[in-house]
């Protein structure tokens, strides 16, 4: 019987857990695209840091694979994905800092700093892990500029 009610009771668990998450997500299509793209920069950005700090062996094809990636993934206009009203304070569902929308401009500027970090990032991928840990610099730079100034911290 207690087998049971544990087993019930883990259950009851996670429906509790997934509802939680699903609530939290945002409903807007434009912040679920715009975090879509996100990830799929972070599942791409993960396996060229991971070659790059040694924690998996470095694979040219694989690291070229995953550059080449991000460099269409910098291609994609991303304008319908950031309309006014999506910020962090509007819908607490995502991290965008309501100053996105006060300084465009640098916005632009610091994505274009992504479109030309991951073309580095597409030049060195391939050669070795040595020219892979040099472009990480510039593509954890470019990154890192943006988060710093327009995304909030995790809570």
């Not at 060229?48 to 460099?71: C, F, I, S």
Request: net charge neutral; with cysteine; proline share 4%.
């Amino acid at each position: 019987m207690i087998k049971k009610f544990s087993i019930v009771a883990a259950g009851l668990m996670s429906v509790a857990l997934i509802g939680a998450a699903i609530a939290h997500e945002s409903q807007n299509p434009a912040v679920k695209a715009r975090t879509s793209i996100m990830q799929l920069y972070a599942f791409n950005i993960g396996t060229l840091g991971g070659m790059a700090k040694g924690e998996m062996e470095y694979d040219a094809e694989a690291a070229t694979r995953a550059a080449n990636n991000l460099v269409v993934l910098t291609q994609i206009d991303q304008s319908a994905m950031w309309p006014a009203g999506t910020d962090n304070v509007a819908d607490p569902s995502n991290r965008a800092l309501p100053a996105i929308w006060e300084n465009f401009p640098d916005v632009g500027a610091k994505g274009q700093a992504m479109v030309d970090a991951a073309a580095v990032m597409q030049a060195a991928a391939g050669q070795d892990v040595e020219a892979l840990k040099g472009a990480m610099k510039g593509l954890g730079g470019a990154c890192s500029a943006c988060h710093k100034a327009y995304r909030a911290p995790k809570n």
